[in-house]
Structures are given as structure tokens and as C-alpha cells.
């Protein structure tokens, strides 16, 4: 009979089928079970970590398109922080694996704590809040030191509200930052 522990060499196929489906929960459960039994996950090949964070950045993505501008229509959000508390909330409703403000890694000899982070998947969630008064430049500046920091081997989503059409030319915003990989930029109204 052949062992079923996956190997440490090679992917086993239901994992690839579950990267395939955007079965997070599975790849998920796997690395988990595999940490326990040899004490450290192996590494995820970076084909399949591609696609997972793609079907997850879309998951996220639908859910935060559909419930960012409901929440915020009668009351905007006082400042960043409470963007993001409300952001975290609701993606916890739907990923448990989510943490919020956790030191994921140091970068220059400083720690380095992302927005929200889905454990297991190197997928980083940014969030960036342009109020009436503040200049895109500064969520420009913003993302591009998110992503000096961002640590080897993972992805960014950045979640970009800007209510009072601060952007003026969404595409050439999104499209700097998306060219430089591994990352995605989400502009909600």
C-alpha cells in the first residue's frame, strides 16, 4: 500500500486539484497536517501558490466590492485605522485564517507588521484610505513602501478607498504598481 503522507519533493495531486479548484481551506489543512507530522511545513511550489493567490485575491475582492460601499454610505470611515478594523471584520467573516496587525517578518532591522495577513498563504491585504483632503500621492508613496517591505516569496493586495475620486486615472494607477508583480491594487468607491 502506498504511504499516504505527501512527499517533501514533490506536490501530491490532490493538493495541485485543490490549487486548481481554490480550495484554500484544503492546501491550507495540508501544510497544516504536514507541519505537525515533520515539525515545519514544506514549502508550497510557487505555480501553486500562484494560483491560490489568485483565487483568493477574487474571493476578497468580491466580497470587499459588494460590502465596502454598503458599509460606508451613510458614514464614511473616520480615518485608516477604522478602515481597517472594519475591513478585517468582515474578511474574518469569511477567512478564519485572517490576523490583523501581526508581525510577519523584519526588513532593515525593523519588524514589519502588515494591514492583514491570511495565514498559510503569503498573501498580504493593504489598506489605504484617500480622504477629501489627502493627495493620492501619499497612498502612492504609501504602496511603494509597502512593497519595498513586503517579504520574499509573497503577495500584496492592496485595498485603495477612495470615495471622493481622488484617482483620476484608476488603470495607470493600478497598472504602475501590478507591473512590478506579485501584487494587486483594488480601488473602491
Not at 512527499?7 to 481554490?22: E, H, I, N, V
Not at 478585517?88 to 469569511?94: D, P
Request: charged share 25%.
Amino acid at each position: 500500500m502506498q504511504d499516504p503522507t505527501p512527499s517533501r519533493t514533490r506536490t501530491p495531486f490532490p493538493l495541485r486539484q485543490a490549487a486548481r479548484d481554490g480550495d484554500v481551506a484544503l492546501v491550507l489543512g495540508w501544510a497544516q497536517a504536514v507541519g505537525t507530522k515533520w515539525g515545519t511545513c514544506p514549502p508550497i511550489p510557487e505555480e501553486y501558490l500562484l494560483e491560490l493567490w489568485r483565487r483568493l485575491i477574487r474571493a476578497v475582492i468580491a466580497v470587499l466590492d459588494e460590502s465596502v460601499p454598503m458599509m460606508f454610505s451613510a458614514q464614511p470611515p473616520k480615518d485608516e485605522p477604522d478602515f481597517n478594523q472594519k475591513v478585517g471584520a468582515v474578511l474574518r467573516t469569511h477567512i478564519p485564517q485572517l490576523q490583523s496587525e501581526h508581525p510577519l517578518a523584519s526588513f532593515a532591522c525593523a519588524g514589519y507588521t502588515p494591514d492583514h495577513v491570511i495565514q498559510g498563504n503569503h498573501l498580504e491585504i493593504e489598506s489605504k484610505y484617500i480622504r477629501t483632503n489627502t493627495s493620492p500621492a501619499k497612498a502612492r508613496d504609501g504602496i511603494s513602501a509597502d512593497l519595498t517591505n513586503k517579504p520574499e516569496g509573497s503577495a500584496i493586495l492592496f485595498v485603495v478607498y477612495d470615495p471622493d475620486r481622488r484617482i483620476t486615472d484608476d488603470r495607470t494607477f493600478r497598472e504602475h504598481f501590478e507591473s512590478k508583480g506579485s501584487c494587486v491594487v483594488r480601488i473602491l468607491r
